[in-house]
């Protein structure tokens, strides 16, 4: 789950971490009364468009002010704007709220970051001078710049990783107070929040000599929803893709992607396996969707809706290992779905497991145009062929 920058900020506040002064804006009319209670004229604020998406500022939906007609003028052509970044895609994202914040002297712009290192299973800080816009192209072309520092859980974070992060990055003394509240701050509520990553892009030096997390961007691991009910106050749908909601609502894993081939699977390592396959033999998975072990037909049907509110689809690939849900009852689903969706769409299907040749039977028995696939790697190749990939 994804949350806004100024909720992001409001987060990182609360465990020390330094932030600049800045309320979020709904209309412009809430933009100019913050500006005004941040004392634009006297000094500079900053008018940021609030969207799930990085590089904002490139795509003009950051700009500074140095007086209250220009912090209206900008929050006037952000607030409404469809941002395109490279993030977004090329269709954008309408931006419906502002953080408008202080503007700050800027000496030097750094990278810090924290995200779960699954080799390791560990907390990995990252960390790099080459802070910015474009630190995927450092990461990409120099990824020697990038410091990396992993967290033992048993003892966290320890004063000599501190100290070694300070000093890799050349930061002045009068930014270690700073630094050290930064780093412990990240990773104090990357625990306690159930992160899955945290990001300051840029933390930056200031002229003055301190340090301020100038952006800030979280993600929260979903399977830790059960403990924060208080994040459905975060949540904003308008952000989100609608499927992946629907899907949500019928406890369905579903994630939109690019190509054309629906997937319909249970068991998420099944459903990877399955889009590598499709990719292996020249086709584009349009989805992930994992059904589950236990997946009614109510469920399934919903998969199936799901899958073909996506106009780029022109073809389906069911693969359903039988275990906990037997193949019988997964072919009956599939079945119904395919009966009251009326489907025209070619339809593959593989399955094995439990009451396998039942399944099959039952679909070779529908009087349905269902292909079925004697395994995996004959069920992709029936299905890119299909729709003529």
């Not at 904002?56 to 220009?70: F, I, Q, S």
């Not at 300051?200 to 997390?213: F, S």
Request: glycine residues 10%; contains cysteine.
């Amino acid at each position: 789950m994804k949350i806004h920058e100024y909720q992001a900020k409001a987060l990182l506040k609360k465990y020390g971490v330094p932030v600049p002064n800045g309320q979020v804006a709904f209309s412009v009319e809430e933009a100019t009364a913050v500006a005004k209670q941040l004392g634009v004229g006297d000094k500079k604020v900053v008018v940021k468009a609030q969207i799930h998406a990085g590089g904002r500022g490139k795509g003009g939906g950051v700009k500074l002010a140095g007086t209250l007609d220009e912090a209206i003028a900008h929050s006037k052509a952000i607030l409404g704007m469809t941002l395109i970044t490279h993030q977004t895609g090329p269709q954008g994202q309408l931006v419906k709220r502002l953080l408008i914040e202080d503007g700050c002297n800027i000496q030097h712009e750094y990278y810090f970051g924290m995200v779960l290192d699954r080799e390791t299973s560990r907390v990995t800080i990252m960390a790099s001078t080459e802070g910015g816009m474009d630190i995927e192209e450092v990461a990409a072309k120099t990824p020697e710049k990038i410091l990396k520092a992993q967290i033992d859980p048993a003892t966290g974070v320890g004063d000599y990783q501190i100290n070694q992060l300070f000093f890799d990055l050349g930061l002045p003394k009068s930014a270690a107070k700073d630094f050290r509240n930064v780093v412990l701050g990240c990773y104090n509520a990357y625990v306690q929040e159930d992160a899955s990553l945290f990001e300051i892009n840029p933390l930056v030096l200031t002229k003055e000599g301190g340090l301020l997390a100038l952006d800030g961007k979280i993600n929260f691991d979903d399977n830790a929803g059960f403990r924060h009910p208080e994040w459905a106050e975060l949540r904003d749908l308008d952000e989100e893709e609608p499927t992946e909601i629907q899907a949500a609502k019928f406890e369905l894993s579903y994630v939109k992607l690019d190509g054309n081939i629906g997937c319909l699977v249970n068991g998420a390592g099944l459903a990877m396996s399955t889009m590598d396959i499709i990719k292996h033999h020249g086709g584009e998975p349009a989805n992930f969707l994992d059904v589950g072990g236990s997946a009614s037909q109510e469920a399934v049907t919903e998969g199936f809706k799901i899958i073909l509110s996506d106009p780029h689809v022109k073809g389906i690939l069911v693969n359903i290992f039988g275990g906990i849900m037997k193949c019988d009852v997964i072919a009956a689903a599939v079945i119904a779905a395919a009966k009251q969706i009326q489907m025209t769409v070619p339809l593959v299907v593989r399955l094995e497991g439990t009451n396998v040749d039942l399944g099959k039977s039952m679909l070779n028995d529908s009087g349905l145009a269902i292909v079925s696939a004697d395994d995996l790697n004959d069920a992709a190749q029936k299905i890119v062929k299909a729709i003529g990939a």
